[in-house]
Structure formats: C-alpha cells, structure tokens
C-alpha cells in the first residue's frame, strides 16, 4: 500500500489542523493506521493509531484530549484532527499501515509509511 500525507502547515498556539492520509490499493480497510511525528533531532515518536474497522483508538498521553484519528474506509483515507496546538507539536508527520492486528506504539511494527507532512506552530 502507498500512503500519501497532507494538511500540514504554520499556524499559531491554540490552532487546529487536520491532516490526511490517502492509501492507495484496495485492502486499506485491513490496515491499522497509526500516525508519527518527528521533530528535529528526536526519534519518531507515537501519536495516535486505529484499527482497521475504527472501533479503537489510542493516542499519546501528550496529545490525548486535543488529537482525534479517524478514517473513512470508503475513501481509503486516515485523518489526524489536531486541535489546541502547542509550539512543541511541531514536527513532521508521518502516516503509517500495520498489517491487521492490534495497535501498537512502536514503529519498527508498521509495515508502510507515508512522505511526511510539516507541522509548525508558532508561539
């Protein structure tokens, strides 16, 4: 599967964003979808992640409350709706696909990643 990420930009402390994640091929709907930020010099690091049929969710202690994940299977496409922004969400943001299964955290577990989209919030 290819994915391919957008949405990102530059918006002020306290903004929103909502960046997508377009899978091409038609087994998306078998995929868990997680999304990654890394900002630099830091590893990539867990955001959020969910299942294939959209019933779960889980998300970083750092963005629980003001990140909600969802996808449209029908659109093969994961969002990442990022509200209540803060200068140090800002990174580069990856999408990635895991085979089916449970969510995980790690990202040596996902199986296909996106290009990255930059994330910049400014103070």
């Known amino acids: 599967v290819q994915l391919q990420a957008s949405g990102g930009g530059l918006v002020q402390a306290g903004g929103s964003l909502r960046l997508s994640c377009a899978a091409s091929?038609?087994?998306?709907?078998?995929?868990?979808m997680g999304w990654f930020c890394q900002a630099p010099g830091k590893e990539r690091e867990f955001v959020a992640a969910i299942t294939s049929s959209g019933d779960t969710t889980y998300y970083a202690d750092s963005v629980k409350g003001r990140f909600t994940i969802s996808r449209d299977n029908a659109k093969s496409t994961v969002y990442l709706q990022m509200d209540s922004l803060k200068p140090e969400d800002t990174a580069v943001y990856y999408c990635?696909?895991?085979?089916?299964?449970?969510?995980?955290?790690?990202?040596?577990?996902?199986?296909?990643w996106g290009q990255g989209t930059q994330v910049t919030v400014s103070s």
């Open positions: 091929g038609r087994t998306f709907s078998r995929y868990t």
């Open positions: 990635a696909a895991k085979r089916l299964g449970l969510i995980v955290t790690s990202k040596d577990m996902y199986d296909y």
